[in-house]
């Protein structure tokens, strides 16, 4: 591995579960989706074929997880043509320097996002002093420390295309960091989220742990800007998707899927905007 990678500063495990975590789950033929304790990480990719593409690393110390998932679903020695990343906060990267000890693949993020993989910039602190529940309490202990992949990591392309995919776009969606993109494959209609929307409301132990379903805005205590979230969430949502699998929470589909994001859209303020808190006034207008 390149001397210049690194893991955060701040690396360190998280004590945190939900009862899917371990837990996978195929969606389309070719779209998989694994639980690391609360952070969903994607496999894109024909467990048949050799090409396949990572989405996300998980949080720290996940990537014996990730290893283990691949050899069950693509074999022993496969490894991906591409990771590409919805962003770079901690639970999306944190198997990452790992993996590529082992993986020289290319790695692609939002330029917007390079500061945080290159070990130029940190993330804002998270918010403690966000409404919420206990998750948002403990916010202070995650880590907002960059990680460091050298030359490995490159720009997504300009022209919306997602290396070694073929059939998927890349879509910038800030307000939960400012290179956030989401992936969509129109032939089907399958969406990516990351965090630009979740199936879970985050900021609540409870409803973590046990995966309550429902639309929601991104993580309150990570989010800087919550007017370009919901412009985002508007523009996913008039893509229409019929499934989508989001960075926390189960997957959705169908009637339940459209509903939920036409509410979230037209009453955002009310559901996904904190009433306070350091990157709040709770009012977009």
């Known amino acids: 591995m390149d001397n210049e990678k690194r893991k955060s ?5 998280i004590p945190m579960t939900s009862i899917t975590s ?21 496999f894109i990719g024909l467990p048949e ?12 110390r996940a990537a014996t997880e990730i290893r283990a998932v691949v050899r069950e679903r693509f074999g022993k020695d496969s490894k991906p043509a591409a990771i590409i990343l919805t962003h770079g906060h901690f ?46 309490k403990i916010s202070p202990i995650y880590p907002n420390e960059p990680i460091n992949l050298g030359d490995a990591v490159k720009a997504l392309p300009n022209d919306h295309s997602v290396p070694g995919l073929t059939d998927w776009k890349w879509i910038h969606t800030p307000g939960h960091a400012p290179g956030h993109v989401s992936f969509f494959r129109e032939s089907d209609r399958t969406l990516l989220a990351g965090d630009a929307f979740i199936t879970v409301r985050q900021d609540s132990f409870y409803k973590v742990l046990m995966q309550t379903e ?12 919550w007017y370009a979230a ?10 229409k998707p019929e ?17 939920g994001l036409q509410n979230l859209v037209e009453n955002f303020e009310q559901i996904a905007v904190p009433d306070y808190g350091r990157y709040t006034d709770g009012n977009l207008h």
Not at 9 to 13: A, L
């Open 243 to 259: 499934l989508a699998v989001t960075g926390h929470g189960h997957y959705m589909e169908g009637e339940s899927l459209t509903k």
């Open 9 to 13: 500063e701040d690396d360190k495990f």
């Open 91 to 136: 639970d999306h990267v944190g198997g990452l320097v790992d993996l590529m000890q082992e993986w020289e693949v290319p790695v692609y993020a939002h330029k917007l996002e390079l500061p945080y993989l290159t070990g130029e910039k940190s993330y804002p602190e998270p918010d403690a002093t966000v409404e919420g529940g206990f998750l948002a």
């Open 49 to 60: 074929e050799e090409e396949w593409v990572l989405v996300d690393a998980g949080l720290p």
């Open 214 to 225: 429902e639309v929601n805005g991104p993580p309150r205590y990570l989010t800087t800007d």
């Open 22 to 42: 371990g837990v996978g789950e195929e969606v389309r033929n070719d779209v998989y989706y694994y639980t690391d304790q609360i952070v969903n990480i994607s």
């Open 230 to 239: 919901w412009e985002s969430v508007k523009k996913l949502a008039d893509l």
